[in-house]
């Protein structure tokens, strides 16, 4: 198993930043794909990011295209979404997760195998 624990959200003002990581633990080596999730409330579960575990392609949804990157620290076992030019519809539960397979263009929650329990962004008007 995989196990996942996002940090780094917290309150912030419209057009500010924010930096989540996200550290793995456990059977990293099976890790292929590392992606983030938002859920607002009222709403499902929505694709933001992937970044290929090793080789570090990325992707990302179009509502966020532009203003998050995403990175990783293979040595930390640990992934980054950074944040910039933040909205108020960017509110939600940001989640990690990881999958053994490849992720080409957006995913979907079924693509993968672990979770994290997530982490709150706020972003006020």
């Known amino acids: 198993q995989v196990q996942l624990v996002e940090s780094g959200g917290g309150l912030v003002q419209a057009g500010g930043s924010l930096r989540l990581s996200c550290a793995a633990s456990g059977r990293t080596f099976n890790i292929y794909t590392m992606g983030w999730f938002r859920q607002a409330p009222g709403k499902e579960r929505e694709f933001v990011a992937a970044?290929?575990?090793?080789?570090?392609?990325?992707n990302f949804a179009d509502s966020v295209k532009g203003r998050f990157t995403a990175s990783r620290d293979n040595a930390k076992n640990t992934v980054y979404l950074q944040m910039n030019s933040l909205k108020p519809e960017d509110t939600a539960v940001y989640y990690c997760?990881?999958?053994?397979?490849?992720?080409?263009?957006?995913?979907?929650?079924?693509?993968?195998?672990?979770w994290g329990k997530g982490t709150l962004v706020t972003v006020s008007s």
């Open positions: 997760a990881s999958s053994a397979r490849p992720i080409y263009g957006l995913g979907d929650v079924d693509d993968m195998d672990y």
């Open positions: 970044i290929a575990w090793r080789g570090g392609i990325t």
